[in-house]
């Protein structure tokens, strides 16, 4: 009986061990892989800035050139007058 139990105990201690190296293994993949997500929002992240840096840009020279022709259509309206 004395063989059974140690038996027993072994045997469940041998499971703790797997199931705590599994649960630690999980967790290595998880933070490698919530890592990996920020690598790539940041990456994203810093391509929309670029875009939206580069339509504020081409948004403001379109504008002027709005603005320049418009001015030149009244300067041409008051010179004609």
């Not at 139990?5 to 041998?14: H, N």
């Not at 339509?55 to 259509?73: N, S």
Request: charged share 35%; no cysteine.
């Amino acid at each position: 009986m004395d063989n059974n139990l140690s038996t027993a105990i072994v045997s469940a201690s041998g499971s703790l061990i797997i199931a705590i190296v599994a649960i630690l293994t999980n967790n290595k993949r998880i933070d490698d892989l919530a890592k990996r997500m920020d690598q790539r929002f940041e990456s994203m992240e810093k391509r929309m800035d670029q875009r939206f840096d580069g339509m504020e840009k081409l948004f403001t020279e379109k504008l002027l050139r709005v603005e320049q022709v418009m001015d030149a259509r009244i300067k041409h309206l008051e010179d004609n007058q």
